[in-house]
Structure formats: C-alpha cells, structure tokens
C-alpha cells in the first residue's frame, strides 16, 4: 500500500516524541554507558594475580587494585576474561576493553599501549623444605636438585639439577615427591599459594636477593590519555592512603612497594594539578632527627615549621610521612613517589643518595637559606691565650702550627677540606667529642657543622660559643627537593619560599632552634655545592684515586687486623641507641658483647641515620663492620648480607592494665601506613606516631592498640609505667619481623663469625639479660615458627 503524507508526517512525530521523552539512539546509549563502566581485560587463571572464583566472582591482587581505582573514579568494572597475555594485549587494542591488568610493566606492545605508574614491586623467590638450613641464595644450590617452570627463568645447570614442571602449582604440589631441594617461583605467587594450602611443608627463605624483579601496572591504549591521567590520578590516592598494602596483606601476600630505576625517572603525571586535586602536600621527615625534624608536637624542628608555613602559604593541607631511618631516606620516598617534597636538601650536582647519583632526577627549588662548617671557641678565649683579646675571624688564621689545636670528625667534609688545604687537624670519631675534647681543653678550636647551635643549647654543661660573626667559608645551600618534571610544582614553591624568606618566617624558625641563619650563598659558589678544590699534598693518597692492597682480605681477616670492631649505631634511637648524654642503648650494649665474644675491642660509628641508609654507611662508605638491629630487604642484596636473626620484633595488642583481653571485633589503634596480617578484617584508627597510640589507650581514649613490642614497652615502662598491658606477642604473634646484624657483601666469614658469636651469647642469656634492663620482650629466633612472616 502506498505510504500518504499524512503517515510520513505521523512516524516522523513519533520519532520526535521518543527523542524528546529522553530515548537515545544506540550510539549514545553505548557512549553514556562508557562514561560509567571500566571495561578490564584479565586472565583467569593466574592468581594471585588475576582470577575466576568458584561464583564466578573476580580475584585477586590485581583485581582489588583495579577496584580501588574504579570506585575513585565513579565507574564500574566489566570483565573481559581472556586466556592469555597476548589475547589481552589484542582485545585492548582492538578496543574491546579499556584496561589490561595483571602484567609486568613494559612487557607489551610497546607502540600501541600506555603504562600507569607502577603500583607494586615483584621478584622471583626461593622455596625450600621448612626444614631445610642453610639454603638462602643461589650459591648455595651446588649438588642440589631445584625446580623451575619451563620458560620462566634462565639457570646455569653446571653446579646443580634444574627439574623443570609445566606450572608452578605443580612444583609446589609436587616438591617432596620429586624430592627437590629448592625451586624459583614468582615470590607473590609462593606466598599467595601457600598461605592458601598451609598444608604443605615449605616455606620461603626471605634472605634470598633475586637479580630477576619487575613492577605491576596497567596498561591503556596510548592514545586514551585522559583515562591514564585519571587512572594514575586514582593509583596515587589508593596507594597514599594504605588500601594497595591492605588489599595485598588481606590475601597473605607482603606488599613491595614498586622497585626504583635505576635510570632517570621522568615525571609522567602533572604533580601540581594532583596536589591540587587533592588539596594535600605529602612531605617526607625523620621522627627523631632535630633540629630539623621531630614527631613530638611541643618541639617539630624547624623543617617541619617551615613545611606548615609553606602549606599554609600554597593553601594546602600538609601530611608528614614518618620515613623509617633505617630502611629509607626523604630523598629516596621523593624518588619512589611516596611523598611531594623533600626539605633540608643540599644543592649539589654531585649528590648522591643511598648510592643513587641524583643528577637529573632531582631539581631544586630556590634556596631558603645558606649553611656550612663554624668554628666554634670556649666562651671568652680569643684564640691568642687571653681571654679578652682578639677573636680568631678566619680559618686563615690558624694555619701552622695553631691547627694542631684544631679539631673536626674524622671522615666529613671538613675533615676532607682541612686536609685538602693543609691544616693538621686532630679527629674524633663524632662531633659530640670534638666538642667534649674543646670544652676540657684537649683542642682550642673546633670546625664543626653549623647545626652544633642546636648541640650547644641542648647540652648547657659545655661552656662554649659559636665564633661571633664567623661566615662559613665551606658552605653550600639549602633547598627543597622536588621530582624531575615537576616543573609547575616549583613554580609554585619557589614563589611561596621566597615569601618565607623574604618576611622572616625562615630565620625565626632557625633561630628557635639556634641554628645560625645564613642567607644563600651566590659568591664564589654561584651553584651552591661544596667547591672542593683539591692541592698536590705530595706523596700523600688522592681523594679521587682508590689504592687496594694485593691482598684480598676477607672481613673477619680485617677486623683481627685492625682489632677492632666498628659496628654502626643509630645516634638518637632508643631504646636501641643513643650517644648522648651518654653512650647506651639495647644494640650498643649487644655491640659490646659481640666485639667482647670475637676477642677485639669495640668502635662505634654514631650515624646520623636519615641522612643515608645503612647499606650505603656499610657497604658504600664503609664507616663500619656491621649494622645492628636490622630487618632483611632484598632491595640491598647486591651491598649486604644478613646474620641469622637474633630475635624477633612481633606485633601485640596494647590495653589498659586494668582492662580485660579486647574483643576480636573491637577497633585497632595502628601507626599510620601500617599493613600487616594482624589488621586484615579490623576496623583500624590511624596515628602518627607509637608514643600517639600509647598515650590514647591509657588515657581510655582507645581500647586497644595494634604495636611492635621491640619500642612498645620500652616506652611504656618510660611514660606509663604501670598503666598499661601487652597482649600476644612471642611464638604466637601473628606478625613478627626477624631482626639481624648486616654486613658487606663478601664479608661471608664475618657473617659466620657473628651467627656464631650471637648463638653463644643467647646460649648463656647474656642476650636475654640485656634485652630485660631494656624492658624489650626478647624472642629467639628458634622460639618461632619456620614460616616467612
């Protein structure tokens, strides 16, 4: 039948009425539900990493992460289920999904895709028997029968039997029937599965240091740049705030933050715009470093001052991130991405950090102020022998034979610039007895580091004063450090310090804490690094040229050489160290005992442990023998090696003494970024510091605390005594952490000399009574369960 006008005209109305009713056409529809839906391609069947479970529900490390970021951005996920890698890298790229999860960064096409930042760290891991001994790295494999997956990683098959399994399930599965020694398997996978079948007798060895290690990210087309943006936008906030290191902790795995390259690290995000976003600036400190920094409110230290000052005057919240001193540096969180800004940064283009030259990684913002070496005087005595005559102005002044009264610590700047120029100097091992030796008359003059004002008035029984109007002549620059790339960001820093400068803000904050204020240097070092310009001392050795002796010696060898022992200590880390006022501590006193057992006589090298960490004092430096008190990482393996753990650190809860045990649901108080076993399914509060927690619960303001036992009771006994109660703890403990010595790489008879020492010391409880003056439970390493932690 033909169609009239008048029907045309009627379809086309009712075309018109289902527009306007708000029925979009097809491609609109799937437009709108792009805007609310994250479409994620993944593999079943690779847990931990990726999975399908029984409900069909997704799983996995990965999947949580993508989750997390998803709920950031207001979208949901929609699952593409894929059966490989490279059917996920085709379905992305044919775009019937947004997201690929679940794969090393890097390790797809490389034109066609975009990576997020890196999320997390992985590595291959070692699995033995839980009864085996003696099996913590590759050397120790010869003769041994090891399983690997076929196509997983390369070994040499000369000093061992490589048996090689379809999956790694199946090495795992099949380890005591194939009778295997050892077997490499991806370590997230090793701790994953056997949290899961605890049945099973292995355990991984956590001394192992893989050379075979990689990062997690996502990857996106590499054209979706406003989706990348979005999802590194997201991945920032999830892993500032802990739930990445939750999701890990609440499926066995420990959470590895992602591993640093070794190569310049380019910005890949707009620092200023996400700082802005999230109207948050994230800052990097020491809790026990003063005077630049402390986590006691009454007395923040300077750089935290001029941290809030520059947060207020950028409008932003400020969060300090407490950095373990003994594993981490400021710098080295601003590199891993962990915090925005690193303060009390010297200008220096030769600098390095913990080994990592950070030329072209780091830039500088304008420097707030300028410091340097002092000379330091008792008060009233001029230099000339009389008290009233004329000051010493110069270091000029001291030449011949007044600088055998002129004293420094040995191995700094100043012990390297005064011999560079000529003056015999005498040296200490720290400057607190340069400064001991100045005030009882062994030394008339000392050149110390300008942050000997914050010394002076902290230790009021030496009676001596800073040269007046002495001008550092060796001196640098001070500055905040920020990312390579973070170009807007200093922008904006840059003018906000300038302000503080400019109105007082910095010299008063310098002044609370008597460190003299020096405006930033421009002339003659216009860079503001140590000029350090060598003279010919003749036949004396070359800083520049490293002479080795053609004896190969090994540490123990060394140190009965020297007699001595020089082990590295904390200056300012009780109950475990301190140097002030007086030398003691928990590790100083088992320091004692060791040099005591190997038969020599014992050295201390005080560190100043945020300045570096303790690979780079053992094995860069080498200022020492060994470190105490130390928790293995692998990211040290090529520099250090660890001693069989001499005790246990574990997690306890914490309650009043009057109170009874908690209840299971009731809510932890935890230090802030905490993620360990103990807190998976809990409602947890966070708190800045151990000293926070602990005065909350005894004032009744929390029920119960989640802290580690080695500092907990320490502490309490110092502020509480009485007034609280540890629950748990010992072979019990869900959470334990074991604690070593560390020494160079090499160094394997030390090592042995040192596990041996410390067998016998706990033997005859020389160990145990030491850790009871210290009022820090003490479990030996056999009280425990073979598990990793």
Not at 92 to 106: S, T
Not at 206 to 211: A, G, I
Request: aromatic share 8%.
């Amino acid at each position: 039948m033909p169609v009239t006008l008048s029907s045309r005209c009627l379809v086309l109305a009712c075309l018109l009425l289902l527009l306007d009713s708000g029925l979009a056409w097809p491609d609109e529809k799937s437009k709108e539900a792009d805007n609310e839906t994250l479409v994620v391609c993944a593999v079943p069947t690779a847990m931990p990493r990726t999975g399908r479970g029984p409900d069909e529900k997704a799983i996995g490390l990965d999947v949580a992460v993508v989750q997390l970021v998803a709920k950031q951005l207001g979208r949901q996920v929609e699952w593409h289920w894929c059966a490989s890698a490279s059917c996920s890298w085709k379905y992305i790229q044919n775009g019937r999904c947004d997201v690929v999860i679940g794969q090393p960064h890097g390790s797809g096409p490389s034109r066609e895709l975009a990576w997020s930042t890196p999320y997390s760290g992985s590595r291959f891991g070692l699995v033995v028997h839980k009864d085996s001994h003696g099996i913590r790295s590759v050397g120790d494999l010869n003769g041994k029968r090891v399983g690997i997956v076929s196509g997983s990683v390369a070994l040499s098959s000369e000093d061992h039997t490589a048996i090689r399994f379809k999956t790694r399930e199946q090495i795992l599965d099949e380890f005591v029937d194939q009778k295997l020694d050892a077997a490499f398997v991806d370590d997230d996978f090793a701790a994953w599965y056997l949290h899961e079948h605890r049945e099973l007798p292995l355990r991984r060895v956590p001394e192992y240091v893989p050379h075979q290690r990689w990062n997690m990210a996502f990857s996106v087309r590499a054209k979706d740049k406003r989706l990348l943006a979005d999802i590194d936008r997201a991945l920032r906030m999830v892993l500032s705030n802990g739930q990445v290191s939750k999701v890990f902790s609440e499926q066995g795995v420990a959470y590895r933050a992602p591993f640093a390259n070794t190569d310049g690290r380019q910005v890949a995000y707009d620092a200023w715009k996400r700082i802005r976003e999230r109207g948050e600036l994230v800052v990097s400190m020491d809790p026990a470093n003063l005077p630049f920094s402390s986590a006691k409110e009454d007395r923040p230290g300077l750089d935290v001052e001029l941290a809030r000052a520059l947060a207020r005057e950028l409008d932003l919240r400020l969060r300090l991130e407490w950095i373990d001193v003994q594993r981490e540096t400021a710098i080295g969180e601003l590199l891993d991405g962990e915090c925005d800004l690193a303060f009390g940064a010297a200008i220096d283009p030769g600098a390095v950090d913990d080994e990592e030259e950070l030329a072209g990684k780091v830039i500088y913002s304008k420097p707030y102020y300028g410091t340097g070496y002092l000379l330091v005087v008792r008060r009233g005595f001029s230099g000339s022998g009389l008290r009233d005559g004329p000051c010493v102005k110069s270091l000029v002044e001291l030449k011949g034979d007044k600088s055998r009264r002129l004293g420094t610590d040995a191995g700094s700047v100043a012990d390297y610039y005064l011999r560079q120029h000529g003056y015999r100097r005498r040296l200490f091992r720290t400057q607190l007895a340069v400064l001991k030796s100045l005030h009882d008359g062994g030394i008339d003059y000392a050149y110390v580091w300008a942050n000997v004002g914050w010394i002076l008035h902290t230790t009021p029984e030496f009676e001596l004063e800073v040269v007046p109007g002495y001008v550092p002549e060796d001196h640098w620059n001070i500055a905040i450090a920020m990312r390579r790339g973070d170009d807007e960001l200093k922008h904006h820093v840059d003018a906000a310090v300038q302000k503080l400068a400019q109105n007082g803000t910095v010299s008063s904050a310098l002044s609370r804490y008597h460190v003299p204020h020096f405006p930033p240097f421009v002339k003659p070092q216009q860079t503001g690094a140590i000029h350090r310009k060598p003279t010919d001392r003749g036949l004396e050795p070359q800083m520049h040229r490293r002479q080795r002796s053609k004896t190969d010696y090994g540490g123990l060898q060394r140190l009965r050489s020297a007699g001595e022992l020089v082990v590295g200590l904390d200056h300012n880390n009780l109950p475990f160290s301190t140097v002030h006022p007086e030398a003691s501590g928990l590790d100083y006193e088992i320091a004692g005992l060791l040099a005591e057992q190997l038969g020599v006589s014992l050295r201390v090298y005080w560190a100043y442990s945020s300045h570096d960490s303790y690979p780079s004092k053992l094995a860069n430096k080498k200022f020492c023998d060994v470190m105490l008190g130390v928790m293995p990482d692998d990211r040290f393996g090529k520099r250090v090696i660890y001693s069989k753990p001499y005790y246990y650190a574990t997690y306890q809860h914490v309650v009043r003494a009057d109170r009874a045990a908690p209840a299971e649901d009731a809510p932890l108080a935890v230090q802030r970024g905490v993620a360990v076993h103990g807190l998976d399914g809990r409602d947890v509060r966070a708190y800045p510091t151990l000293e926070a927690i602990l005065s909350a619960v005894a004032k009744g303001e929390e029920q119960t605390g989640y802290v580690i036992s080695s500092r907990g009771h320490w502490l309490a006994e110092q502020h509480w005594p009485g007034k609280l109660k540890f629950i748990g703890g010992g072979s019990e403990a869900v959470d334990h952490f074991g604690i070593c010595a560390a020494v160079r790489k090499g160094d394997d008879d030390l090592k042995a000399a040192i596990d041996e020492a410390l067998n016998e010391l706990a033997k005859t409880g020389r160990v145990a009574e030491v850790f009871k003056r210290w009022h820090v439970p003490y479990t030996e390493a056999q009280e425990m369960p073979t598990r990793s932690p």
